[in-house]
């Protein structure tokens, strides 16, 4: 009766048991090993290699090409002489500068030095002969007067006297005027305009003189001689002497070999998952077999296309190649198409489990049945879900050991 009763017991507890299995153990689930692992996430992003240092060559005045002493895909050295240009035309703009700072000079030390000038003086003695004329008048005045008190002159000479002095003392004032007018004109807006004329001169002439000793085009920095780019259905120029080029017009281009770049571009819904600085790994079909590395070098702050709809904005992304070009093999070419994968985040001993192998318990925390190995009794272990990545989703608070899975999939059936 007793070993009855406690078979009975045992089964009443063996019922709920099995009951709970069933719900924890869907029929399609199984126990899937989980280890740390390198997780990473990744972005695909294509794009174009290209000079990450770039510098077109103009010609610096107007001439004709003398020598050209480089070729299309030539490695340079940092000064040496590419082109050589005639300076004929900008020796004659040369000589017309300088005759005109030299006018300009010497306007500027007259006035500066006005007060000694001829004009000056010329003023000061006209007025110092008027002052003397009249005072040698007004004596004459007086003496006639008095010859003319004892009766000796006729009145008419006295008032002829005197209209002589009122005529001379008008022209000592006009003579006054005219030294006060000329002594002005060494300053305020007359010496100003003077001193302005001088420095526009010199600056035309220093201007002219940097053009004159440039007519040995050289290159900027060390690099390779590359075609300069011309704007869509443009003429390229033909680069060889006896070639008359107007100023500004680009000869060369060099470009640099210490560093290169990825031009590529991103869609704004996957925008705010770049960072400057990220790893970016960089493929393409022209070096196939050859991956380069490198890291986001900038993003830009503003959209420069639009979709077919008009809905979606993209953003240039510039990826900094880490390697050289010298560096870097004889398949890599400037202009090649390249395909960008984006680093978005690396842990090397990271622990990634399936999505269907995470539950919610009552109280919302998240966890996985786990067993250390598959003989072991399952355990419920409560985990922190980080990155969504390729494979599976990325938790913390779980040890090597098996996950079960097809927790998902039970679920959407019961719904």
Known sequence: MLMLLSLAGGMLLWRPWKTDAAE???????????????????????????????????????????????????SVDAGQVLIRLDPGQIDIQLRQAQAELLKAQREANQLRNWDSSSDVFRARRAVQTARTTLENTETNLRDTR???????????????????????????????????IVETRGQGVDREIVEMELVNAQARHQALLAQRDRQAVTAPFAGFVARPSVPDGGKALSVQPGVLVSQGTPLLSVIGREHIQV????????????????PVQIAGDGFAGQVLGGHIESIAVQGNAMDVQGAAAYYDVVASVDASLTDLSKHVRLGMSARLTVILYRNEQGIAVPPDALRIDAGGASYVLHRATLDALPSKIVVKPGQAIAQGVEVQGLDVGYVQTGYGQSRARAR
């Open 263 to 278: 031009l590529s571009r991103v869609e704004e819904m996957d925008l705010h998952r770049l960072r400057v600085g990220m």
């Open 146 to 180: 008095m010859l003319f008190a004892r009766g000796i002159v006729a009145r008419m000479e006295v008032d002829t006297m005197a209209q002589l002095v009122r005529t001379q003392q008008q022209d000592l004032l006009a003579a006054q005027e005219e030294l006060h």
């Open 24 to 74: 924890t153990e869907p029929a399609t689930s199984e126990w899937v090993a989980v280890e740390p692992r390198l997780l990473e996430q990744r972005l695909g992003l294509v794009g174009r290699i290209q000079p990450s240092r770039q510098e077109t060559l103009g010609a610096p005045f107007e001439g004709v090409i003398r020598e050209v002493l480089a070729r299309e895909g030539q």
